[in-house]
């Protein structure tokens, strides 16, 4: 009986007791790092749970990636995370705009073209 006891009142004072807690940036290591160009990484997608449907992505040893190769009516549809960003690459040939139909979509279903 006085273990429980001992346990509820060590657990009351815990939550009465003033906890201060706090996090925050180190200011004196943004200031040091302020003035550096930092170089973009890019994770390569490879396949779930980015990958969701489509044309499926293949390793090219040739490139050091996976790659997707699409052809004209092709499609592939790719899950990326909230905050980051999706970089479509062509490495033999420069892409052009006209030849990508991009829809984007906040997760409900419905889907927008970009």
């Known amino acids: 009986m006085k273990k429980p006891m ?3 009142l060590l657990f009351s004072a815990m939550l009465l007791l003033p906890v ?6 180190d200011r004196v290591a943004m200031r040091m790092v ?3 160009e930092r170089p973009l990484r890019w994770d390569n997608i490879e396949g779930s749970p980015w990958w969701i449907a ?10 050091d990636m996976h790659v997707a190769t ?6 592939i ?4 995370p909230a905050g980051e960003a999706l970089r479509i690459y062509r490495p ?4 052009s705009v006209e030849q990508l139909s991009i829809q984007i979509s906040d997760g409900s ?3 927008t073209t970009f």
């Open 92 to 95: 033999d040939q420069q892409l």
């Open 20 to 25: 201060s807690m706090q996090a925050e940036v």
């Open 54 to 63: 489509g044309t499926r992505l293949h390793y090219s040893p040739r490139r």
């Open 70 to 75: 699409l052809e004209q009516g092709q499609a």
């Open 109 to 111: 279903g419905l889907f």
């Open 77 to 80: 549809m790719l899950q990326v």
């Open 34 to 36: 302020d003035g550096l």
């Open 6 to 8: 001992a346990l509820c």
